[in-house]
Every structure is written in structure tokens, then in C-alpha cells.
């Protein structure tokens, strides 16, 4: 592990890992990495090219966006408005 001084333009380099790429192009990424941003087989990742190198980042789905507005609707209450909206648009 590696610690870095921050300053306004300068990336916080928190962990240090090799990887080896491999004839198809394909990668491992370490376990610890993938326990902790709960990549699981399928998982998809965002590639950004940046002026350091390549950055990856989960992917967020649908799926990792349910509850996020849990403090303001119920489930229920969502559904309901979902199938008004979907009414709407049937009748339009």
C-alpha cells in the first residue's frame, strides 16, 4: 500500500497492484479489489482512458439504483406511480 500527499492536481494513489494481461486481452483483477467493489462474474466495468493510464470502474445497473429513493416513496407507492405512467402512456 502506498500513501500520496494530496494536492489540487495530483491523484491519491491508495493501493498498488500488477496485473498481467494475457494473450486475448484479458485481465485479473485481484480478489480484494473485487470483494470490495463487489464485482461478481458479469459484472461490468466502465473504461475511462485518462492522461495517467486506464481507469475501470464498476458499472452502475438498474439494479444498484433500487432504494435509492427509498427515504421518499415506499415500494408500493412506487409501483403505483409507475403503473399510473405507464396508463398514461398507453392512453396517449
Do not use: C
Amino acid at each position: 500500500m502506498e500513501t500520496v500527499t494530496k494536492s489540487e492536481n495530483q491523484v491519491v494513489v491508495q493501493e498498488q497492484n500488477e496485473i498481467i494481461v494475457k494473450n486475448k486481452g484479458q485481465i485479473t483483477i485481484p480478489v480484494k479489489i473485487r470483494k470490495k467493489y463487489k464485482m461478481d462474474e458479469g459484472t461490468r466495468l466502465k473504461v475511462v482512458i485518462t492522461e495517467e493510464g486506464i481507469l475501470l470502474t464498476p458499472k452502475k445497473s438498474i439494479w444498484d439504483m433500487i432504494g435509492a429513493f427509498s427515504d421518499k416513496a415506499s415500494v408500493e407507492e412506487m409501483n403505483q406511480l409507475h403503473n399510473k405512467l405507464r396508463h398514461e402512456e398507453e392512453n396517449e
